[in-house]
């Protein structure tokens, strides 16, 4: 297991330090150094008040969420990421734009400790996230760990259907991935860049990914003491998964009219209970 979650992490040391000098705008990069926001219309409108409130972002990679959370009125900002990269540039970011923010190098699974047991009123959690981990109920613990009582979190990542799939060439979807990938037996894929169009190749190609069902993951936070707020589905995604897909709003994506229609995302909010 260590060896496919140091296989992902070179595999984000490569992306890290390609998005933190993009050039494409795909991360918005500017708008936050000004103390603006690079959230999506869609987690802008479903995360629900965060004024005063103590955050902690996990994944968080290069930061520009974790900051924009605090420039919307959060009262403190944390973000945690397994990439000394990704933390090295998020450090910068927060300096440039003058923002207060903490962030810690550390595995997900390690959160609890790495943080010092400390406890937030809102887990983040968004775009690409967990289909990164190979256990979503020990992910699950963690996030409940972190959570003071009647804390929530806010979940948001690409629909595990989706990922199911293959776009073809003509635009259609080919189904080519089980619904549920064991632990001991990831998908394993390769890519020669990274997804926001930069031209600069990755050096470190492989990666290892795992599906959770929806049910998994609603279960998994029942079961660490959580109670489910909603769970929506969503047609839209904020990066062109699929070559049939159109752009229908700023970094908002769906399919084409006449191609069939899946969730695309989904999003989670769930309370610890008091």
């Given amino acids: 297991m260590n060896d496919y979650i ?44 965060i004024a005063g409130k103590d955050v902690i972002h996990l994944q968080c990679h290069i930061g520009l969420d974790t900051l924009s959370l605090k420039h919307l009125g959060a009262r403190s900002v944390t973000g945690l990421d397994f990439s000394p990269v990704a933390i090295t540039a998020a450090r910068d970011f927060a300096e440039r734009a003058g923002t207060e923010a903490t962030f810690v190098e550390a595995p997900v699974y390690d959160a609890v400790a790495a943080l010092e047991h400390r406890t937030y009123d809102i887990v983040f959690v968004t775009w690409g996230a967990i289909h990164w981990l190979p256990d979503i109920f020990e992910w699950a613990k963690v996030v409940a760990s972190l959570l003071r009582p009647g804390g929530r979190l806010y979940l948001l990542d690409g629909h595990p259907q989706m990922y199911q799939y293959e776009g073809t060439g003509s635009g259609r979807l080919s189904l080519t991935h089980g619904w549920r990938t064991p632990i001991d037996a990831p998908l394993l894929f390769e890519e020669t860049h ?68 899946i969730p695309l995302s989904f999003s989670i909010g769930a309370t610890k209970a008091r």
Avoid: C
């Fill in 194 to 261: 990274t997804y926001t169009g930069d031209e600069r190749t990755l050096t470190h190609q492989h990666m290892y990914e795992w599906l959770h069902p929806l049910s998994d993951t609603v279960n998994a936070l029942l079961k660490a003491g959580m109670t489910l707020d909603f769970l929506n589905e969503h047609e839209i995604l904020v990066w062109r998964h699929y070559p049939g897909m159109i752009e229908t709003g700023e970094d908002q994506f769906e399919q084409a009219s006449g191609l069939p229609r």
């Fill in 6 to 49: 140091e296989t992902n992490r070179l595999n984000w040391d490569d992306r890290a330090g390609l998005h933190a000098t993009d050039t494409t705008g795909s991360y918005r990069i500017d708008r936050v150094i000004a103390g603006g926001s690079s959230l999506h219309a869609l987690e802008a409108g479903e995360i629900g008040d």
